[in-house]
T-cell receptor, first 114, second 114 residues
Framework: AQKVTQAQTEISVVEKEDVTLDCVYETRDTTYYLFWYKQPPSGELVFLIRRNSFDEQNEISGRYSWNFQKSTSSFNFTITASQVVDSAVYFCALPHDSNYQLIWGAGTKLIIKP | NAGVTQTPKFRVLKTGQSMTLLCAQDMNHEYMYWYRQDPGMGLRLIHYSVGEGTTAKGEVPDGYNVSRLKKQNFLLGLESAAPSQTSVYFC?????????????FGSGTRLTVV
């Protein structure tokens, strides 16, 4: 069965530090997608990235980067030069067998101190 | 850009009371979902709908009912609220019959049952 594990419950760093959020997943599928969502203190859920298992190249978007390693079933998220506005809960997710729903990790709360 | 609108945003219920949460989307999406979010557990699917007039159970459907009489609306009902239903509820919609393309989420409804 599909499963997503975000072992880091909470991370606290000082502004401008780099920080990596871990995501480990389990799936029986040979091809699949992985997602990251952000939930800022205001509560809404914001889509960050969708990644296809075919493509193991790192993805970079500004200060955000994602490292996908199929061999270790990990899809980690790094924020470079963190800012206070990055403070949020970050979720990793994987489509369910049926693909109608996403299976979500428990989330990692990221606190960026000024 | 309304997207997905949830009402109400906050509600306090007494045990045994009933209520309906409304989700409305203006993107002409076929697929709509209700999730609940509890601390440390990520999001869990309650019910979903693949089109007007259809509904299906998700991971945690007990104690909830849904209806999709109009394509743009997806209602979540609690017939007899219990403290275990204290949670944040998110509605989402998607254009395709799959979570692979991600969701558009509403801003959430914080429900407290006392």
């Amino acid at each position: 069965a599909q499963k997503v594990t975000q072992a880091q419950t909470e991370i606290s760093v000082v502004e401008k530090e780099d920080v990596t959020l871990d995501c480990v997943y389990e799936t029986r599928d040979t091809t699949y997608y992985l997602f990251w969502y952000k939930q800022p203190p205001s509560g809404e859920l914001v889509f960050l990235i969708r990644r296809n298992s075919f493509d193991e190249q790192n993805e970079i978007s500004g200060r955000y980067s994602w490292n996908f390693q199929k061999s270790t079933s990990s899809f980690n998220f790094t924020i470079t030069a963190s800012q206070v506005v990055d403070s949020a809960v970050y979720f990793c997710a994987l489509p369910h067998d049926s693909n109608y729903q996403l299976i979500w990790g428990a989330g990692t709360k990221l606190i960026i101190k000024p | 850009n309304a997207g997905v609108t949830q009402t109400p945003k906050f509600r306090v219920l007494k045990t045994g009371q009933s209520m309906t949460l409304l989700c409305a989307q203006d993107m002409n999406h076929e697929y709509m979902y209700w999730y609940r979010q509890d601390p440390g557990m990520g999001l869990r699917l309650i019910h979903y709908s693949v089109g007007e007039g259809t509904t299906a159970k998700g991971e945690v459907p007990d104690g909830y009912n849904v209806s999709r009489l109009k394509k743009q609306n997806f209602l979540l009902g609690l017939e007899s609220a219990a403290p275990s239903q204290t949670s944040v509820y998110f509605c989402a919609s998607s254009q395709r019959a799959t979570a692979l393309y991600g969701y558009t989420f509403g801003s959430g409804t914080r429900l407290t049952v006392v």
